[in-house]
């Protein structure tokens, strides 16, 4: 147990609406990501985050904003919500100290944007 | 970039029939590799890693994959499948000279009848 929290769990927006995804963890791992899960497309990288204020693009960020303000809580704001949004978010965190080390996923967040 | 291609979407096997799931990814060195596995509902569980040595690799619940260099492969068997061995299945490559996140491939699911 990696110890990853993700809230909320689930959520029904509505299209236009900001919404924020938080990931939490409980020991100070350096590397976080963000996934997005979508039938025929697994799992494809939005954010990730490398420490405190540091952070990356992955391969699908468009429409999508990170924060990291402090180590244990990595946030996932999508600032005008589209009905193509909705889907299955993951939180990963890296135990090691290195981006290619192995990762472990928190619960998922179910997002529907109506 | 760093790719990965899992050839079947979808695979049904008998319970007690031996299962492989094919992967297969490009990329010029000798990349880490990762199988993970998704239970309904669920979040995304380390199944087994390769990152050097012995290419033959055992994991948790039964599982082995084989690194095979010159087929750009790593393939994951099991013996003998059970029930609760339903699921969807990952591969993840990640290249450690760029030192850049996993990227996963689209997942094959695996149902089993009786």
């Known amino acids: 147990d990696a110890g990853i929290t993700q809230s909320p769990r689930h959520k029904v927006t509505e299209t236009g609406t900001p919404v924020t995804l938080r990931c939490h963890q409980t020991?100070?791992?350096?590397?976080m990501y963000w996934y997005r899960q979508d039938p025929g497309h697994g799992l494809r990288l939005i954010h990730y985050s490398y420490g405190v204020k540091d952070t990356d693009k992955g391969e699908v960020s468009d429409g999508y904003s990170v924060s990291r303000s402090k180590t244990e809580d990595f946030l996932l704001t999508l600032e005008s919500a589209t009905s193509s949004q909705t889907s299955v978010y993951f939180c990963?965190?890296?135990?090691?100290?290195?981006?290619?080390?192995?990762?472990?996923f928190g619960p998922g967040t179910r997002l529907t944007v109506l | 970039a760093q790719s990965v291609t899992q050839p079947d979407i979808h695979i049904t096997v008998s319970e007690g029939a031996s299962l492989e799931l094919r992967c297969n990814y490009s990329y010029g060195a000798t990349p880490y590799l990762f199988w993970y596995v998704q239970s309904p509902g669920q979040g995304l569980q380390l199944l087994l890693k390769y990152f050097s040595g012995d290419t033959l690799v055992q994991g948790i619940k039964g599982f082995e994959a084989e690194f095979k260099r010159s087929q750009s492969s790593f393939n994951l068997r099991k013996p003998s499948v059970h029930w609760s061995d339903a699921a969807e299945y990952f591969c993840a490559v990640a290249t450690p000279e760029r030192n850049t996140p996993l990227v996963f491939g689209k997942g094959t699911r695996l149902s089993v009848i009786a």
């Open positions: 990963a965190i890296s135990l090691a100290g290195a981006p290619t080390d192995t990762q472990y």
């Open positions: 020991e100070n791992h350096r590397y």
